[in-house]
């Protein structure tokens, strides 16, 4: 059974930094690209961030700069490090992957900018 645990989220002040991390299992991990998406409070889902499954990273063009991806292939393990978080980066994240040709996502951790 395919499994994304997304974990690291929080509450952070304007100008913080988290790192999220994505532990998945029931599939070849460092086969797959990896994706970050996020949904703002009332908002649909928005794609962040990708890296395949050789390590090209590819980031949504308002966030370049702030966050990066990265993954690590013997632990199973997606990264998102956030940096200069604003309010408006508030949003549950989420991992993700198209696995055996269906679309995964994990329960999403919570991420909240405030002062």
């Known amino acids: 059974e395919v499994q994304l645990v997304e974990s690291g989220g929080g509450l952070v002040q304007p100008g913080g930094s988290l790192r999220l991390s994505c532990a998945a299992s029931?599939?070849?991990?460092?086969?797959?690209?990896m994706n970050w998406v996020r949904q703002a409070p009332g908002k649909g889902l928005e794609w962040v961030s990708s890296i395949s499954s050789s390590g090209t990273q590819t980031y949504a063009d308002s966030l370049k700069g702030r966050f990066t991806i990265s993954r690590d292939n013997t632990k199973n393990t997606l990264y998102l490090q956030m940096n200069s978080l604003k309010p408006e980066d508030t949003a549950v994240y989420y991992c993700?992957?198209?696995?055996?040709?269906?679309?995964?996502r994990g329960q999403g951790t919570q991420v909240t900018v405030s002062s």
């Open positions: 029931g599939f070849a991990f460092r086969y797959y690209t």
């Open positions: 993700g992957a198209e696995v055996f040709g269906k679309s995964k």
